[in-house]
């Protein structure tokens, strides 16, 4: 006989009855162990549920809370678990759950403490690889941190320390900050990022803010990772500032010199080991710089190529270039009584990277040279470094060669080979002179000039080559060339009227460098009323001077005490001044005449002149034939 359907209805709702008031009674730590033996097996670490159990099974999302909850370390880890959680409550999808999915709307976690290490190998004990496949699927909906505390340690990154994370309430964000040392330097970040959720949701930007600093070096970063574990794509904007860009090299592997504090901003793309910087926006010191750049750390050796320009470049900022500042960044005076560089150019640094400049400047300051513009292209290939097509702006006309340095060497090769053309001689004296009112005239010249040594001051003192300068034409002060060479008279003359031109007919040097001492082979300087020519030696091994200049008035005067001049001392403290025996002959006649017999007193110090124009064609010929200048 058929249940009437009203007994029906009423067995159906006092069973369901039934089985609410024993899932409202059961006790649902009985679960514990065949629980921890799930997850454990599904994350393939141990997992243990330390305080009780919560499950309030009456939804299509029932949820699950478990207190004191331990996640166990790899083994061999210094920390006894990798995970330890106060409480930690799961929202589950059933609807999910029974298509063969991990679906989980919410998660919160309160008084977390995890400990990331790595053991003697380098293996961090963080999910990795095909570890935790089932934990990478996961997708949240909610998640929430109170207090959460992870504590790092890693070796082989010779860095540690601890993070703080907590979640904002109404967005889910995640608001955090770590202080410890990275590479040895000390770190202090805090930051904001997207939720955890977002996290887990593979191959999705993840949006990320952070400021603080490592070391000395100050950063702020804005954008989206999406490889949040390795930082392997990513597109972020970045402001750094630093007290020398070499203090980034513990952080980069790029071999930066020591320089002043600088502030660099730029837009920052990572693509696995490809880095571009673009839109970079920097200050160094008292120059700037734009440009790209890009980095590929892909290959056994990282690869540089940059294409930089500057408005404006101070070459006190270059120092660390050529051995002008310590790793500290400070200018580095050399020894007492020196002028050139003596520490180390840090070759060994070359060896980290391969380098491809392109480099453009616009204005050069910083030097008493007057330096206007530059433009080249750097290389560095395996310990060599090579300045191509270099062109410098100076006095209004132009310097360009090469250089080229060979680090594989020890001590380091290196050659210089510059010419320059269209000097203008005014404009390479002092502005302060007032004979640079009456100075006119162009000048060309060559340098060519092996060395070795690992400082500037080294390459200098094994210099091997030559040196040739050539002007046709021009103008300097006569009164100038008068009183240089002694010739009181004709110096007071051209005094009282004012100042005068001297007319250059030509100015002719080929000089050359052995073992670091430059020696003139011709050296003369032809003008309307006289010649001079010089002869001697500079000495770079002893940064010393030894030169005399020897002039040959082309007319007379009735008071001269034209002589040798001398040139010597040190760079550092050079002197000027007539050589001490021809002067003394000279004013020793005049008073041994005058005490004889004073009217002819003056007779040692008349000069008649008669000296011959110099070959200026000939010689300027030979000189640019060195130069590789046309005539």
């Known amino acids: 006989m058929p249940i009437p359907l009203p007994h029906r209805l009423a067995w159906i709702l006092l069973a369901c009855a039934a089985v609410g008031l024993g899932a409202a009674l059961f006790d649902w730590n009985w679960l514990r162990r ?38 166990a370390n790899f083994p061999g880890g210094r920390a006894e678990s990798f995970a330890d959680i106060g409480r930690v409550s799961i929202a589950l999808d059933v609807a999910a759950a029974l298509r063969g999915e991990w679906g989980l709307p919410s998660l919160q976690v309160e008084d977390a403490r995890i400990h990331i290490e790595e053991d003697a190998a380098g293996q961090g004990n963080w999910p990795q690889g095909g570890y935790g496949s089932e934990a990478a699927s996961l997708r949240f909906e909610s998640v929430r941190i109170h207090n959460g505390r992870v504590q790092v340690d890693l070796p082989s990154r010779r860095s540690e320390g601890i993070l703080i994370i907590d979640t904002e309430d109404a967005t889910g964000r995640l608001h955090w900050q770590a202080s410890g040392r990275w590479q040895d330097q000390r770190l202090e970040v805090s930051g904001e990022s997207g939720s955890v959720r977002d996290v887990t949701a593979a191959g999705s930007p993840y949006p990320i803010a952070m400021q603080g600093r490592i070391g000395e070096t100050r950063f702020a970063i804005e954008g989206k990772v999406t490889d949040l574990v390795r930082l392997e794509d990513m597109n972020v904007r970045f402001d750094l500032r630093g007290r020398s860009l070499a203090e980034l090299y513990p952080l980069t592997g790029v ?18 080991g490809l880095w571009r910087f673009d839109h970079i926006d920097g200050v160094l010191g008292k120059s700037d710089v734009a440009g790209e750049l890009a980095i590929d750390r892909t290959g056994e050796k990282q690869q540089l190529r940059a294409d930089l320009r500057s408005r404006r470049l101070d070459l006190a900022e270059l120092s660390g270039f050529i051995g002008g500042r310590a790793e500290s960044g400070r200018a580095v005076p050399p020894p007492p009584g020196r002028v050139l560089p003596v520490l180390s150019l840090g070759f060994e640094k070359i060896a980290a990277a391969d380098v491809d400049l392109n480099f453009a400047v616009g204005t050069i300051r910083g030097s008493r040279v007057p330096f206007e513009a530059a433009s080249g292209r750097l290389r560095i290939d395996d310990r060599r470094v090579s300045l191509d097509g270099l062109k410098v702006g100076l006095a209004k006309g132009e310097i360009a060669g090469s250089l080229q340095l ?59 080559g030559e040196v040739a300068v050539a002007m046709d034409g021009g103008s300097t002060s006569r009164l100038l060339m008068r009183l240089a060479n002694l010739d009181i008279a004709n110096g007071l003359i051209a005094w009282l009227a004012g100042g005068q031109k001297e007319q250059i007919r030509c100015l002719v040097g080929d000089l050359d460098a052995r073992r670091g001492v430059l020696r003139p082979r011709t050296l003369f300087l032809d003008t309307e009323h006289m010649v001079v020519r010089a002869e001697g030696q500079v000495d770079f091994r002893d940064e010393t001077l030894d030169l005399h200049l020897r002039s040959s008035p082309k007319d007379g005067s009735l008071v001269a005490l034209r002589g040798p001049i001398l040139i010597s001392g040190t760079f550092a403290r050079p002197s000027l001044a007539p050589e001490p025996l021809p002067l003394t002959a000279r004013v020793a006649g005049s008073v041994v005449l005058g005490l004889v017999a004073p009217p002819l007193a003056l007779l040692p110090l008349i000069e008649t002149g008669g000296a011959k124009d110099s070959p200026c064609g000939k010689a300027l010929r030979q000189t640019r034939k060195v130069i590789g200048a046309s005539g």
């Open 255 to 272: 071999p930066f010199p020591p320089t002043s504090a600088y502030r660099l901003q730029a837009q920052l793309s990572r693509r696995g």
């Open 406 to 464: 060979d680090a594989r060497r020890q001590p380091a090769e290196a050659l210089v080979d510059l010419q320059a053309s269209r000097l203008h001689l005014r404009e390479l004296m002092p502005p302060q002179a007032e004979s640079q009112n009456f100075t006119s005239g162009s000048l060309d010249g060559r340098i060519r000039l092996v060395m070795a040594g690992n400082s500037v001051a080294q390459l200098l003192a094994s210099a091997e």
């Open 34 to 71: 065949p629980l921890e033996h799930i997850v454990s097996n599904r994350l393939h670490r141990e997992i243990r549920f330390d305080g009780p159990l919560e499950v309030h099974p009456w939804s299509a999302r029932p949820t699950f809370s478990a207190e004191r909850v331990r996640i």
